[in-house]
């Protein structure tokens, strides 16, 4: 099972929401989100309601203010959990071009530098075989993240980004 609670203030003050399912439109629970307690699931939160806009990936721990999960302001609407129960292999294969198409690698890894590793910053298409991952806008982890569950996304707008520049991703092991 698992279990959030959004807090409105920092440092886990003001009005709070606690959640143990998916939850599509927050506003009517909580008006603005500064700080997160996980305390089991891992959780994808989205600042517009729906599960449309910026996407957060949290694991287990606590988050006094929203710029510890790279937060781009406090504006959280919506959120859903998932759970990983194989434990196999983690395996994605990411694309130069749209549809699958150009220059192919398959990860079994972490990569914090794409470009050092594909040679290029660019992936237009991705199919992720096993397990979760984030994908990330800049190299390190860092930028707007990107929940990558499996399945075949053709173009880079089908995992809600707005261009096919990725700068490092990793797999999302902590369940």
């Not at 709070?16 to 599509?24: A, G, I, N, V």
């Not at 990983?84 to 694309?95: D, E, L, Q, T, V």
Request: net charge neutral; proline share 4%.
């Amino acid at each position: 099972m698992s279990k959030i609670t959004f807090y409105e203030d920092k440092n886990f003050q003001g009005r709070s929401y606690e959640c143990d399912t998916d939850c599509p439109d927050m506003h009517q629970h909580v008006s603005r989100c500064n700080s997160v307690r996980v305390e089991s699931g891992c959780w994808v939160l989205y600042e517009k309601p729906n599960y449309m806009g910026y996407q957060y990936v949290l694991t287990r721990g606590e988050y006094p203010e929203y710029q510890r999960w790279m937060g781009y302001s406090d504006t959280i609407r919506s959120c859903r959990t998932f759970t990983y129960n194989s434990g196999g292999p983690y395996r994605m294969r990411i694309y130069e071009r749209p549809d699958f198409q150009g220059q192919m690698m398959e990860f079994s890894d972490d990569c914090e530098s794409v470009q050092d590793r594909f040679r290029s910053k660019d992936i237009y298409s991705c199919n992720v075989m096993d397990g979760y991952w984030t994908m990330y806008e800049h190299p390190s982890y860092r930028g707007r993240q990107y929940f990558m569950r499996p399945g075949e996304y053709r173009k880079f707008s089908d995992w809600g980004a707005t261009c096919a520049t990725t700068g490092s991703f990793r797999r999302i092991t902590e369940f």
